[in-house]
């Protein structure tokens, strides 16, 4: 059996999604609400590939290497990521290089 690398696994990321949520006068107001966090590789683009993204949809695109058992939660509905007070929002998940995790791109909400 073949041993995974826990190492890379270095940052940890939050899953959440946006509700709306009644506050105390009534009003409706958007409330993020965290659904469950893992470990996770983080891949950002290199300067050249950001450069030559720039005015296309890629701009602003990064990739979260997950462990593979995360993949079912992550296909349920829509998600949006938490890493170093940055929001993601959750455009792909799809298998990896490497056959214990899944890949996850995502993109940078403004």
């Known amino acids: 059996m073949r041993k ?3 190492n890379r696994l270095d940052c940890r990321i939050h899953f959440f999604k946006t ?3 009644k506050n105390s ?5 958007p409330k993020d609400i965290v659904l469950f966090s893992c470990w996770a590789e983080f891949f950002g683009q290199s ?4 450069i030559s993204a720039i005015g296309t949809v890629f701009e602003d695109t990064v990739f979260f290497n997950v462990p ?3 993949q079912k939660q992550l296909k349920k509905e829509p998600l949006k990521i938490k890493y170093k007070d ?3 929002e959750v455009k792909d998940v799809g298998p990896s290089n490497n056959r214990d995790l899944a890949r996850i791109t995502a993109k ?3």
């Open 86 to 88: 940055q929001d993601y």
């Open 47 to 50: 300067i050249q590939n950001k």
């Open 4 to 6: 995974s690398n826990v």
């Open 108 to 110: 940078v909400v403004s």
């Open 19 to 21: 509700e709306m949520i």
């Open 25 to 29: 006068y009534g009003d409706r107001v």
């Open 68 to 70: 593979i058992q995360m």
